[in-house]
């Protein structure tokens, strides 16, 4: 049977140096379901290590978390990979850190917590998570399918790290699972500004930073199940699945 899910596909942790200190994962699963969400994605800039805490911290309620992250391609384009489980995205992890260089400068670009589920800090990611890799974006796509997961363009309505604002179109080569626009924006205007793009499945996200942003852009979305397989059929409009614009 198929239900209507309310969607956050784009929240960030701590973990981010760009979001604040008070987005550790047992506040974000709070405000998430304070929210009505139903389905929430996890993603940190370039790293994961706090999913697994937000996945122990939503269980046994009624909201699904769905692992992921935003990856910055060499172009300086972001894009979530969504995963329907941890192993694929910590597989994932490993290639991300591979091609990932330099050094955080917590003085300059933020502070990068890793918080448990019992409010704890482990410790510090260290890396330059606000940095780009070295994987071009069309071999960052192929890679996030190689794990088994779901490509989706974010934020391509800023001008800043989204793909029509580092490219200026959109390659049809590029096998995008989906485009992401900002709430500000939202699917309906998307759909009026950029008519171009008509073939691809548009969802739009809070990219949370801050935790009263939570659920501030949501998608919803008709499917049977809340997993990414599932998103997938709703992207390409199979089996009576659906983005409800």
Do not use: W
Request: charged share 25%; proline share 4%.
């Amino acid at each position: 049977m198929l239900k209507e899910f309310r969607c956050d596909l784009h929240i960030h942790t701590c973990l981010s140096p760009c979001a604040e200190l008070d987005l550790y994962p047992s506040a974000l699963v709070e405000k998430a379901r304070k929210a009505d969400l139903d389905v929430i994605a996890v993603c940190d800039h370039n790293a994961s290590e706090n999913v697994p805490y937000v996945l122990r911290c939503a269980a046994g309620t009624s909201l699904t978390v769905l692992p992921g992250m935003e990856v910055t391609s060499r172009e300086e384009v972001h894009v979530l990979a969504l995963f329907d489980t941890l192993n694929p995205l910590l597989q994932f992890q490993d290639d991300v850190y591979a091609h990932l260089s330099g050094s955080n400068r917590e003085e300059v670009f933020g502070c990068q917590a890793i918080v448990n589920d019992a409010d704890e800090v482990e410790g510090f990611n260290d890396r330059l998570l606000i940095g780009a890799t070295d994987i071009p974006l069309d071999g960052l796509i192929a890679l996030i399918h190689v794990h088994g997961g779901l490509a989706v363009a974010s934020h391509i309505d800023r001008e800043a790290f989204g793909v029509l604002g580092q490219l200026g179109f959109i390659d049809p080569s590029l096998a995008f699972d989906a485009l992401e626009v900002t709430f500000r924006l939202g699917i309906r205007e998307a759909r009026r500004r950029y008519p171009e793009l008509a073939a691809y499945a548009f969802v739009t996200s809070s990219d949370a930073h801050f935790l009263q942003d939570i659920g501030r852009g949501m998608t919803r979305i008709r499917m049977a199940a809340p997993t990414a397989a599932e998103l997938k059929l709703a992207f390409q409009r199979r089996d009576g699945r659906e983005i409800l614009e």
